[in-house]
């Protein structure tokens, strides 16, 4: 009897540890922002890459989280030595999620959609030098352009450029069907979207079966969320200064990094009287960035003078063209006719820092005798007001697109700069593939839209977020926004 006692407490035990040596295979991720719908090719809103940028939709290339670009759906290209020309091979064995094969007629409908003339995705810029996109057969798709790009490669592994099947636009919005690692399962608007592991992905099977995205816009609520186990890891993390509280349990661990995401405070350059150069110089004097990362971010964040990230080799510290000068701002209203100061819109998206920095922004302001009205609006009403209708004054945003200072090109952008040297200047820049040419270029061009005080230039947006002390494989930094499951896994 006490021998069979002792084999079914050894056959037990063993139980406990085959079972205690599986690691688990499915995570709850939380993020302060909702996608407005879930198509990348036609919004703006980053909140839709967060969530399906490289877990559901997939590019002819793609962003590892150190920056770099590397294949994605393309196996392979080449480059015609007059760098008119890509020939891409596309991988064997892609298929979308509904079960159709992924192939070079849908990398043509994708482009050719994208760059259309009624297209509405929000980086059309990235399309704008295709000429052609022909098909040679199944696996291979030829793109000409215009003229030579430096940047195509990167261009293309935006979330803007990933690749959709025809059939599958009528219902993207709600349903996206992609060739990731991933597949879309549901979306509960309001609290989560749900994928899981596609059995028949081309490439290396993750290591999660199911992936949960929880939606937590309030920061005490994020707290309480992480604090209480709710969740296993919150991208993005909105309030800072719980984080010495995560750092020192052990039951967690946290992740700082930097981001792509220059955070402005984007000035209607058509708007008066925004269209005077001498209100917009006033305006990125009257503002104390420090006091905006310090009080709204707790200290993380870099102040930036300029719209590109420190970062980047090719960055150029302008931080002194606009620094904190309360009198002189009040000399550039003078001169510009507005002595007494004028009223003018400041609209606040959802995230911390444009809710937090909005206020601290619209009481520096004030000391200069500009009345900001803050009112406060959902991403789909700044998406359609701002965005789209550019109805607004102001308003605080992180571009966290990577190295897009490209949008300053294009006059119909939001905040409606309009210079011919500046698109002259990205022009040649598209065209120059030399490194160090490139570099000084850049440079130029971030001088210009400084010196041009298109926008109030606050800080780059560090990358923080909180995860359970057994996840492993999260991206630290963040060359796009995304939170890349595709190499996430437990401990064992």
Not at 416 to 432: G, V
């Amino acid at each position: 009897m006490k021998q069979f006692i002792s084999q079914l407490a050894l056959a037990s035990a063993l139980g406990v540890a085959g079972f205690a040596a599986q690691a688990q295979t499915d995570i709850t991720v939380a993020l302060q922002l909702e996608p407005p719908h879930l198509d990348p090719t036609s919004a703006a809103a980053g909140a839709i890459d967060s969530v399906l940028y490289s877990n559901v939709f997939e590019g002819l290339t793609r962003f590892m989280g150190d920056g770099s670009v590397v294949a994605g759906l393309a196996s392979g290209w080449e480059i015609s030595e007059d760098g008119l020309t890509y020939t891409f091979t596309l991988r064997d064995g892609v298929t979308f999620h509904d079960g159709s094969t992924m192939d070079a007629e849908d990398v043509k409908f994708s482009l050719d959609r994208a760059r259309a003339e009624d297209s509405v995705n929000a980086q059309k810029a990235l399309f704008a030098g295709i000429t052609d996109v022909s098909v040679t057969d199944a696996s291979t798709v030829v793109v000409t352009l215009s003229e030579p790009n430096g940047n195509f490669l990167f261009n293309m592994a935006w979330g803007d450029a990933v690749i959709v099947a025809p059939e599958s636009i009528e219902g993207i919005k709600q349903t996206p069907i992609g060739t990731g690692a991933f597949k879309f399962v549901s979306w509960t608007q309001g609290d989560k979207i749900e994928l899981a592991r596609n059995a028949d992905y081309w490439g290396t099977a993750p290591a999660l079966e199911t992936a949960t995205f929880k939606f937590i816009s309030d920061p005490t609520a994020a707290f309480a969320a992480v604090m209480a186990e709710d969740v296993d890891v919150f991208s993005g993390f909105p309030a800072p200064e719980n984080l010495p509280q995560f750092e020192a349990d052990p039951r967690f661990q946290v992740l700082i990094g930097s981001t792509e995401g220059e955070t402005i405070l984007s000035t209607n350059n058509k708007q008066p009287p925004f269209d005077n150069v001498k209100v917009r110089e006033a305006l990125a004097h009257a503002i104390d960035r420090q006091a905006i990362v310090d009080g709204a971010m707790f200290g993380y964040g870099t102040p930036i003078g300029t719209h590109f990230a420190p970062h980047n080799p090719a960055y150029v510290d302008l931080k002194a063209n606009s620094s904190y000068d309360p009198e002189k701002a009040k000399a550039l209203l003078a001169e510009a006719g507005f002595a007494d100061g004028f009223e003018t819109t400041l609209h606040l998206p959802p995230p911390s820092y444009a809710r937090r920095g909005g206020e601290i922004i619209a009481a520096q302001l004030a000391e200069v005798g500009i009345k900001a009205e803050i009112t406060n609006v959902e991403w789909a009403q700044w998406l359609e007001t701002v965005f789209r209708g550019k109805n607004f004054g102001l308003t605080i945003v992180s571009h966290t697109e990577p190295m897009d200072i490209n949008i300053y090109a294009n006059p119909d952008y939001y905040f409606q700069y309009d210079n011919p040297k500046f698109q002259e200047l990205m022009s040649t820049l598209n065209a120059t593939s030399d490194p160090e040419a490139r570099t000084a270029l850049m440079g130029d061009a971030q001088k210009m839209i400084s010196g041009d005080y298109v926008n109030g230039y606050l800080f780059q947006l560090a990358a923080l977020s909180v995860a359970k002390a057994g996840v492993q494989g999260l991206w630290t930094n963040a060359p796009t926004q995304a939170t890349d499951l595709t190499g996430v896994s437990w401990a064992n």
